[in-house]
């Protein structure tokens, strides 16, 4: 049995772990807060761009698949793959889902002979994939606290030119997608080609408000010209949201790991105190039995 110091000197090392993983919730709390605000005001601008995207791309009619993001290549050969992971662990298994996810969609690509082009945003993606021999093509890092849209625009920028020169055939992402601080869920979208992404998809249901006839909708220039514009700006919205997405999904993940850490180390420092208790009594009953056999020796 450990001695009362050295339990004691164990308690009290759990107890600044205890204060450490707490300081961490309250933080990640705070960051979780500011993140929800960020995806909150963004969805709206999102939302919209996204009709008009799909309302433009309609009534350009054959005419969109001369744009090139919009065009499917006949053989594919080069796949790009995004992970969106974070810079910092500590996390549970956030960043981990998003490799073992990303690694199977790689050997998915392999099997249908064709070769996956690495791309990562977040030190623990980009030291993942490098160390497992899979060096990333672009390493995106140091904004994933708080990523700006210049951080989606630069990484857009990278994808697109990729698949307009023609050394990506197609691209696609993996995030986590924010669904509550408890829960995040590995999302994967294509990216490019846009015909292939869910900008064409069929419409949503109408509700209440959508419902009737709609306005007719003039264009200056022309649909085409218009989408041409559009669709890079679209690109940079969707890795922009994935961005925000992700951040949030991370402090949720960090805050419930440090709220299992420090209630782990309050089961362990009472689990300790007990054992202090059991070596505090076993010491006082060795004195008492040394006084009692002292006390008959002498008589």
């Known amino acids: 049995m450990a001695s009362q ?37 963004l969805r ?29 290549r006949e053989q594919e050969k080069r796949v790009g793959i995004l992970l969106v992971t974070a810079d910092r662990g500590l996390a549970g298994a956030f960043n981990s889902q998003i490799i073992r996810a990303g690694l199977r969609l790689g050997m998915d690509v392999e099997a249908e002979q064709k070769q996956p082009v690495w791309f990562a945003s977040g030190r623990r993606g ?35 030119s990729g698949f ?58 022309e649909a085409e010209e218009i989408l041409r514009v559009l669709l890079p700006d679209y690109i940079e919205i ?9 951040t949030a999904s991370e402090h949720g993940a960090r805050m419930t790991a440090m709220r299992s850490a420090s209630e782990n180390a309050g089961e362990l420092i009472e689990d300790l105190a007990l054992e202090m208790n059991r070596a505090r009594q076993a010491e006082i009953t060795q004195e008492i039995m040394e006084v009692v056999a002292g006390a008959e020796s002498l008589v």
Do not use: C, W
């Open 126 to 160: 980009v030291s993942s994939l490098t160390f497992r021999g899979h060096a990333p093509e672009g390493a995106y890092t140091g904004f994933t606290d708080r990523p700006s849209y210049a951080d989606a625009r630069h990484i857009a920028d990278d994808l697109t």
């Open 5 to 41: 110091r050295e339990v004691r000197t164990r308690i009290a090392s759990f107890k600044n772990i205890q204060k450490i993983t707490r300081a961490m919730e309250a933080v990640s709390a705070a960051r979780l807060r500011r993140a929800e605000h960020r995806i909150a005001a």
């Open 238 to 246: 969707s890795i922009y949201r994935a961005l925000l997405e992700s």
């Open 164 to 221: 307009i020169d023609g050394s990506l055939d197609r691209v696609e992402i993996i995030y986590n997608g924010y669904v509550s601080p408890l829960t995040q869920r590995v999302t994967r979208e294509i990216l490019l080609p846009i015909a292939e992404a869910t900008i064409l998809g069929e419409d949503e249901p109408a509700s209440e408000d959508t419902e009737g006839p709609r306005a007719l909708v003039d264009y200056e220039p």
């Open 44 to 72: 709206p601008y999102a939302d919209a761009l996204r009709r008009m995207t799909r309302q433009a791309a309609k009534d350009a009619g054959a005419e969109v698949s001369r744009l090139p993001l919009m065009a499917v």
